[in-house]
């Protein structure tokens, strides 16, 4: 499935409106380079799990526990380099638990995507705030 939005605001609600048939411990693999709309997807998807509070980037933390029903987790893993970096994110606990992940910088942790991880690639389109969803 392709999608284009031309604003933050729309991809948002793109976003919202796809969460509401997520799943307990589906995987969303985020694919594309900064200031894509990563962060702005996950917080249409937060609103859409009904998650209250402010969504912002997990770049220093690592990981976002947002609550909801399911439940967000939000990781960045543009500085995992390994299997241990990996493990210590808690990003097999947090699956294992139930929650539906975020997963930003999903480049660097291909070979722990599960098979069944829906994948959302998000490209720069021809206007300045044109985004080109693709989600497989």
């Known amino acids: 499935m392709e999608i284009l939005t031309h604003s933050e605001t729309e991809t948002e609600a793109f976003a919202e409106n796809f969460a509401k048939d997520l799943k307990?411990?589906?995987?969303?693999?985020?694919?594309?380079?900064?200031?894509?709309?990563k962060t702005a997807f996950t917080r249409g998807l937060a609103r859409g799990l009904g998650v209250k509070m402010n969504v912002s980037s997990p770049t220093f933390a690592i990981v976002n526990d947002y609550g909801g029903?399911?439940?967000?987790?939000?990781?960045?893993?543009?500085?995992?380099?390994?299997?241990?970096?990996?493990?210590?994110?808690?990003?097999?606990?947090?699956?294992?638990?139930?929650?539906?992940l975020a997963v930003e910088w999903s480049e660097n942790i291909e070979n722990a995507l599960p098979d069944d991880a829906i994948r959302i690639t998000i490209a720069k389109g021809e206007g300045e705030t044109d985004r080109i969803i693709t989600i497989e």
């Open 24 to 37: 307990p411990s589906t995987v969303l693999a985020f694919f594309g380079g900064m200031g894509m709309g």
């Open 69 to 100: 029903n399911p439940p967000l987790a939000h990781f960045d893993m543009y500085r995992i380099e390994s299997w241990d970096d990996l493990y210590s994110t808690g990003f097999f606990d947090y699956q294992d638990q139930g929650y539906v």
